[in-house]
């Protein structure tokens, strides 16, 4: 279920966070009106990368996050699209979401120029004293405490490439074990089967979205 809490529109002033140093912003609810808004507009709803969390009947949550790259918003719609499906209803599992680089997004780039790339700045980072990267790992020891199933990081595919994914191992720690291409689909959603399929993972087990 959405909530409603209202968020102060900024009009055409400058988003108030300073790019070399973002302060992450934690919400328990999730605005209706940022629904319809685009990616390049949210730096007049939010002041800087945001971390949202949706109730569910579950108890372990999914992590989604998107918009590390300011100009692949694919995500973002993605969650807008399953979120409006779900105005009046709860959410099978919770729901973490952090909507990354709203700066760049605004100017639908990957990164500004002063940036650093956050999908660069994950904990393993050689340069793990970054600004950037001091954000990051706030991000995975927020999720971390929630004991997340599993967790989604969306990209738009920038290249003539066909539709892939990087599936990472279950065990400890992490390893990437693979690319899926397209015909290989099936491979996730045999990950994802208790939910179905990304996006299914917040619906009912066999819904179709």
């Known amino acids: 279920m959405i909530g409603t ?12 966070v300073v790019s070399e140093s973002p302060r992450l912003h934690c919400f328990d609810r999730f605005p209706e009106e940022l629904l319809e808004v685009p990616a390049t507009e949210l730096w007049r709803y939010l002041r800087g990368p945001s971390l949202f969390r949706l109730p569910g009947r579950q108890a372990e949550p999914l992590f989604v996050s998107v918009l590390l790259h300011g100009n692949e918003d694919t995500g973002w719609r993605a969650i807008q699209a399953v979120l409006r499906q779900h105005r009046t209803r709860t959410l ?14 605004k100017a639908h780039v990957r990164t500004l120029p002063q940036q650093e790339d956050y999908n660069r700045a994950w904990p393993g980072t050689p340069r793990s004293d970054s600004p950037v990267a ?54 996730l959603a045999q990950l994802f089967r208790r939910d179905r399929f990304l996006a299914l993972a917040l619906d009912e087990p066999g819904a179709v979205l």
Request: proline share 9%; aromatic share 4%; with cysteine.
């Open 5 to 16: 809490t209202r968020l102060v529109r900024m009009g055409n002033q400058p988003p108030a």
């Open 92 to 105: 099978h599992r919770p729901l973490l979401l952090f909507v990354g680089n709203i700066e760049a997004a």
């Open 134 to 187: 001091r954000l990051m790992r706030s991000v995975v020891e927020i999720v971390g405490r929630e004991g997340p199933f599993a967790s989604i990081d969306v990209h738009n595919n920038t290249g003539h490439n066909p539709h892939y994914a990087c599936v990472s191992s279950l065990d400890d720690p992490i390893r990437i074990t693979g690319f899926v291409p397209r015909d290989g689909i099936q491979i």
